[in-house]
C-alpha cells in the first residue's frame, strides 16, 4: 500500500502527506435515496452493491461497459461509455456511491456515465456515518475505500498533535484545535464536525503563508540602514512641472508614498499595481529621478528585451531637457544620461557604460534582468525598480546588496492582481495601486468573433478602413511554429496566410521570440516608425509595447489565453485617445473559455477582470509557481476566503509580535520553512 501511495500524484510519502490528503467531499450515509424511489429525470446518490459487470466493443471501436447494481429496494443498470477501466474498477461484490441522473433507454432504468466513489467490499457497510470520499488514483490503482483505514491507522498512531495557535486566537476566530480538526476532516461524526475541521484547517494554510511573509517584511526592514534620499531637491519638480499633462490622484499618491520610503533610511521594498496604461513607466522615473537628484544612480529592469528597449527609449526621451551638476563641465552641469545595458549590447559599448557607471557619469541604467548578473560597476548604486513582477528571494536581494548598499527597491506589475491575492503574492512588501487612467484614454470596443469567415471578415474590413485611415494594428498568435499537438495559430504562417489573403496589399510586419534580437529590434522599429501597417506577433508585444496610432487588435485562439493576458493584449491599442478595437477570435468549447471571452466583452477593468479570473481558473492556475505555497491551498480558495486571508494577516502579526523568532513554536516555524522554504528558513533559527 506505501508503494501504491507514493505513485500517487501528488505523491504521499509522509504521515504529514497522508493527513494532508483531505476528503474532497463526503457521502452522508443517513441521507441517501433508494432505487426503487428515484423519479425518471431526478438526480441523486445512491448507495448500491455491484451485481454484475460487462464490456463489449461498440461503434468506432469504442468500448461501452455495462453493470447493474443493487439495493435492498431494486436493481438498476449502469452504463460508460469510453471509460473502459470502470470493468476492473468496480467488480461483482464491490460497495460503490453513485450519483447520476435517472433515465429509461428501451425500458429500463438506468445511469449513464454516473460520478462513481468506492466504497468497498459488500459487507463492510456503515450506516449512520459520515463517510469521507478521498481523492483517487486510477494511475496508482488506490481507491478511496483503502485510504480510509490507512488514514484511521495514523491519526491513532500520531495521538496529540501539536498545537500552532496561541489559546487567545483560538479564542477569538472561534476554532477547534488542531487535534480535534483533524480527526474531524477525516472521519466525522456529522457535516457540522466537518465543516469545523475545514474551516481550521483552511486557516492553517493561510495562517503559514503569512507568517512567512510578515516575518520577511520585518526581517527587510531591519535590516542595516539603507539609503536617506534628498527628497527635497529641484530635479523631481523640474520633471513633473514640465509634463504636458496633470497626474491622475493615484500617481499623486503613489509619488507620495515612494517619496517617504525614500526619505527613509530603512531600504523601500514596495508593489506598484497599475492598471494598463495607467502611467506606472511615470511613476518609475520620478523614483528613479529621486535617486538621481541626490547624487546616487537608478537601475531600471525589464523581463525582455523589447521592453528594455522601449523603456530606454521613453526614458531617454522623457529626461532630455533635465540636467544635474557636473564639476567637469564649462557649465558644471551635464544632461541626465540614461544608457541601455542587454545582452547584445557588444563589448565597446559595455566598456563605455562600466566606465560612465564607475565615474558616475551614468545615472540610469535600463536592462534585462540579466542586470543582476551582469558586470555592472555601479558607484552609488540607489534604487532599482524591477518591471513585471519580478520575484525576489534570499538570493536576488544578496544580488541587489552587492550591486549596492542596500538599494530601495519597487516593484511594478502591469498585472491587476486582487486584493486578497497580492497579500499572498506580495504580502512582504508596501503596496501602491494605480486605478485611474490619464486623460485622453478611451474605452476600446471588444468584441468576440466566432468560426463564420463572413464575421472574421468584418473584423478585417474594420482594420483596412483603420489603415487606410492612417492608423495600425496588431494580429497575435499563441505560437511561433505551428504544432501538430495544438490547433493554435502560428505567427509565422498567419503572416504568410495573411500576406496573401485577407491583408494582401497592406504592409504587414513579424515579430516573435525566437527571432534574432536585432530582428526584434527591426522589426519594432519599422512598426514605431509607421513604416509597418500591421504587426504578427506572438505575445511577446504583451507588455510594455507603446505605440499610440495603433488602434486594431485582432487574437487568433483567443480562448487559449488567460484573462490576464488577453487585458495585457488589448492594452496595447487605445493608447492615442482614438477610438479603438479588440476582435477575439475563439470558438470555446469549455465553460471556463465562453467564461473569459465573457468577462472580456463585460469589463475594461483589468482589476475586476482579475477577479473574474481567480474564480474561474483558481488561484494555482493564475499564480503558478510565481509564489511559493499558493499550490498548498487544498481547502482553501481564493477569492471565496477573503476573509481568512485578513484573519490570518493578523495572527500571524499577534504571534510574531509575540514571539519573533518563533522559538516558542518550533512547529510553525518548520511547517512555514516547509511551505516557502529557504526564503524564510533563515529568519527562524532555533
Given at each position: 500500500?506505501l508503494?501504491?501511495l507514493?505513485?500517487m ?14 476528503p474532497r467531499?463526503y457521502?452522508d450515509?443517513t441521507?441517501?435515496a433508494e432505487?426503487a424511489d428515484l423519479?425518471v429525470?431526478?438526480?441523486a446518490?445512491?448507495v ?11 461503434r468506432?471501436?469504442?468500448?461501452m461497459?455495462?453493470?447493474v447494481?443493487?439495493?435492498s ?7 460508460f461509455f469510453?471509460q473502459?477501466?470502470?470493468e476492473?474498477?468496480?467488480?461483482p461484490g464491490t460497495?460503490?456511491?453513485l450519483?447520476?441522473?435517472l ?6 432504468r438506468?445511469?449513464?456515465?454516473p460520478?462513481?466513489?468506492?466504497l468497498?467490499?459488500a459487507g463492510?457497510?456503515k450506516?449512520?456515518?459520515v463517510m469521507?470520499?478521498y481523492?483517487?488514483s ?12 490507512v488514514?484511521a491507522?495514523?491519526l491513532?498512531?500520531?495521538g ?8 487567545s486566537?483560538l479564542?477569538e476566530l472561534?476554532l477547534i484545535d488542531?487535534?480535534?480538526a483533524?480527526?474531524?476532516i477525516?472521519?466525522p461524526a456529522?457535516?457540522?464536525?466537518a465543516?469545523?475541521?475545514?474551516r ?5 494554510e493561510f495562517?503559514?503563508m503569512?507568517?512567512?511573509?510578515v516575518a520577511?517584511?520585518r526581517?527587510l526592514?531591519a535590516e542595516a540602514?539603507g539609503?536617506a ?6 530635479l523631481v519638480p523640474r ?7 496633470e497626474l491622475t490622484?493615484d500617481q499623486?499618491?503613489?509619488?507620495d ?6 526619505a527613509s533610511a530603512?531600504p ?12 506606472k ?6 523614483a528613479?529621478?529621486i535617486a538621481?537628484q541626490g547624487g546616487?544612480q ?7 528585451e523589447?521592453?528594455?528597449e522601449?523603456l530606454?527609449a521613453?526614458?531617454t ?5 533635465l540636467?544635474?551638476p ?5 557649465l558644471?552641469?551635464?544632461?541626465v544620461?540614461?544608457a541601455?545595458l542587454?545582452?547584445?549590447?557588444g563589448a ?8 560612465g557607471?564607475?565615474?558616475g557619469d551614468?545615472?540610469i ?6 542586470l ?6 555601479f558607484t552609488?548604486l540607489?534604487?532599482?525598480?524591477i518591471d ?6 534570499v538570493?536576488?536581494?544578496?544580488l541587489l546588496?552587492g550591486?549596492?548598499e542596500a538599494?530601495?527597491v519597487?516593484?511594478?506589475t502591469?498585472?491587476?492582481i486582487?486584493?486578497t491575492?497580492a497579500m499572498l503574492?506580495?504580502?512582504d ?5 494605480l486605478?485611474q487612467?490619464p486623460?485622453?484614454?478611451?474605452p476600446i ?8 469567415p463572413?464575421?472574421r471578415q468584418?473584423?478585417?474590413?474594420r482594420?483596412?478602413?483603420q489603415?487606410?485611415?492612417g ?12 504544432s501538430?499537438?495544438i490547433?493554435?495559430?502560428?505567427a509565422?504562417e498567419e503572416?504568410e496566410a495573411?500576406?496573401g489573403g485577407e491583408?494582401y496589399g497592406?504592409?504587414l510586419g513579424?515579430l ?6 536585432v530582428?526584434?529590434?527591426?522589426a519594432?522599429a519599422?512598426f514605431r516608425?509607421?513604416e509597418?501597417?500591421?504587426?504578427v ?5 504583451e507588455v510594455?509595447v507603446d505605440?499610440?496610432?495603433?488602434t486594431?487588435?485582432?487574437?487568433e ?8 493576458q488577453?487585458h495585457?493584449l ?8 482614438g ?9 470555446p468549447?469549455?465553460p471556463?473559455?465562453?467564461a473569459?471571452?465573457?468577462?472580456m466583452?463585460e469589463?475594461?477593468d ?9 474564480e474561474?481558473r483558481?488561484?494555482?492556475q493564475?499564480?503558478?509557481e510565481r509564489?511559493a505555497?499558493l499550490g498548498d491551498?487544498?481547502?482553501g480558495k ?5 476573509k481568512y486571508?485578513l484573519f ?15 522559538a ?7 511547517e512555514?520553512?516547509?511551505?516557502l522554504g ?6 527562524f533559527k532555533s
Open positions: 500500500m508503494e501504491k507514493a505513485a500524484a501528488p505523491p504521499i510519502e509522509s504521515v504529514l502527506d497522508l493527513l494532508g490528503h483531505y467531499r457521502h450515509r441521507r441517501q432505487i423519479e429525470g431526478e438526480e446518490t445512491i448500491a452493491e455491484v451485481r454484475r459487470v460487462s464490456a463489449r466493443v461498440i468506432n471501436r469504442k468500448k461497459v455495462e453493470a447494481v443493487e439495493d429496494s431494486g436493481l438498476l443498470n449502469l452504463v469510453n473502459p477501466w470502470r476492473k474498477q468496480i467488480p460497495e460503490i456511491a450519483y447520476g441522473k433515465e429509461v433507454y428501451r425500458g429500463k438506468q445511469l449513464t456515465n460520478i462513481v466513489d468506492v468497498g467490499r463492510d457497510t450506516t449512520g456515518v469521507p470520499i481523492p483517487q486510477g494511475k496508482a490503482d488506490v481507491s478511496s475505500w483503502e485510504i480510509q483505514p488514514v491507522l495514523t491513532d498512531w500520531v496529540e498533535l501539536a498545537e500552532t495557535l496561541p489559546e486566537v479564542t472561534k488542531r487535534t480535534t483533524y480527526r474531524d477525516h472521519a456529522s457535516g457540522r464536525d465543516a469545523k475541521a475545514q481550521r484547517l483552511r486557516f492553517d495562517l503559514r503569512q507568517v512567512g511573509l520577511r517584511k526581517a526592514e540602514s539609503i534620499h534628498d527628497v527635497d531637491g529641484e520633471f513633473l512641472d514640465a509634463l504636458p499633462f490622484g499623486h499618491a503613489a509619488i508614498a515612494i517619496t517617504a520610503d525614500m530603512v523601500m521594498h514596495r508593489l506598484l499595481q497599475g492598471e494598463v496604461g495607467s502611467g513607466t511615470l511613476v518609475a522615473i520620478t528613479l529621478l538621481v546616487y537608478g537601475a531600471l529592469m525589464a523581463p525582455t523589447v521592453l528594455a522601449q530606454h521613453v526614458a526621451d522623457t529626461l532630455s531637457t540636467v544635474v557636473s564639476e567637469g563641465t564649462l558644471a552641469e551635464r544632461p544620461s540614461v541601455l542587454t545582452n547584445k549590447v565597446p559599448e559595455r566598456r563605455r557604460i562600466a566606465a557607471l564607475g565615474s551614468i545615472d541604467v535600463v536592462g534585462t534582468h540579466a543582476l548578473y551582469g558586470d555592472a560597476p552609488k540607489g534604487i532599482v525598480v513585471e513582477q519580478h520575484r525576489f528571494g538570493e536576488q536581494r544578496a546588496r550591486l549596492g538599494p530601495d519597487l516593484v511594478m502591469a498585472t491587476p486582487p486584493r491575492a503574492v506580495y504580502g512588501l508596501d503596496r501602491s495601486e486605478r487612467m486623460p485622453g484614454r478611451t470596443t471588444t468584441e468576440v468573433v466566432g468560426p463564420s463572413h464575421d468584418a473584423a478585417y474590413d482594420l483596412r478602413a489603415v487606410a485611415a492608423r495600425q494594428a496588431y494580429v497575435v498568435c499563441p505560437l511561433v511554429e505551428g501538430p499537438k490547433e493554435a495559430k502560428a509565422t503572416f495573411l500576406s491583408l497592406l504592409r513579424l516573435h521570440g525566437q527571432m534574432k534580437s530582428e526584434k529590434e527591426a519594432m519599422a516608425a509607421g509597418t501597417q500591421v504587426l506577433a506572438t505575445t511577446v508585444i510594455g505605440v499610440p496610432n495603433a486594431v487588435m485582432v487574437v485562439d483567443a480562448d487559449r489565453f488567460g484573462l490576464s488577453l495585457q488589448r492594452g496595447r491599442v487605445g493608447r492615442g485617445g477610438e479603438s478595437w479588440c476582435y477575439l477570435f475563439a470558438d468549447n469549455t471556463d473559455g465562453k473569459r471571452m465573457a468577462a466583452v469589463s475594461t483589468g482589476f475586476v477582470l482579475a477577479e473574474r479570473d481567480l474561474i483558481g488561484s494555482g493564475v499564480f503558478g509564489q505555497g491551498l487544498k481547502l481564493l477569492p471565496r476566503d477573503e486571508v490570518a494577516r493578523e495572527a500571524a502579526e499577534e504571534i510574531l509580535d509575540a514571539d519573533p523568532g518563533l516558542q513554536n518550533r512547529a510553525l516555524a518548520e512555514v520553512e516547509d511551505l529557504d526564503d524564510v528558513e533563515f529568519l
